[in-house]
């Protein structure tokens, strides 16, 4: 089974950047290469929520919200996917997942810890 591990959330001043990172340390190149991968954010009450996706051929989705200012990339050979966000927003806070991607970005592996990320005004 995938497992993901994510780091890099914490709190951000509002115009502000983080560098999130997703890894799976436990996955073959020939497991993590081939699978979609997304990241999701969370806030109380809701579900996790779409933000960005980046399929094996590394064509990438945003929600509306993000584009043009969060970037999601990934490199294979070191079983990592990133997801960069600049000009953070106080609505931008939230716990953020990174997750394999089914169809219509709908996850469908195991959620891990996910990465705090909090942005004041």
């Known amino acids: 089974q995938v497992r993901l591990e994510e780091s890099g959330g914490g709190l951000a001043q509002a115009g502000g950047s983080l560098r999130l990172s997703c890894k799976c340390p436990?996955?073959?190149?020939?497991?993590?290469?081939?699978?979609?991968l997304a990241w999701y954010r969370q806030v109380p009450g809701k579900e996790p929520d779409l933000v960005a996706l980046?399929?094996?051929?590394?064509?990438?989705k945003y929600s509306d919200s993000v584009k043009e200012r969060f970037t999601i990339s990934r490199d294979n050979s070191r079983k990592i996917v990133w997801l960069r966000m600049d000009d953070l927003k106080p609505v931008d806070s939230g716990v953020y997942y990174c997750?394999?991607?089914?169809?219509?970005?709908?996850?469908?592996?195991?959620w891990g810890q996910g990465t705090q990320v909090t942005v004041s005004s």
């Open positions: 997750n394999t991607a089914g169809r219509d970005g709908v996850p469908v592996g195991a």
């Open positions: 436990r996955c073959i190149f020939s497991v993590f290469s081939p699978l979609d």
């Open positions: 980046i399929t094996s051929a590394k064509s990438t």
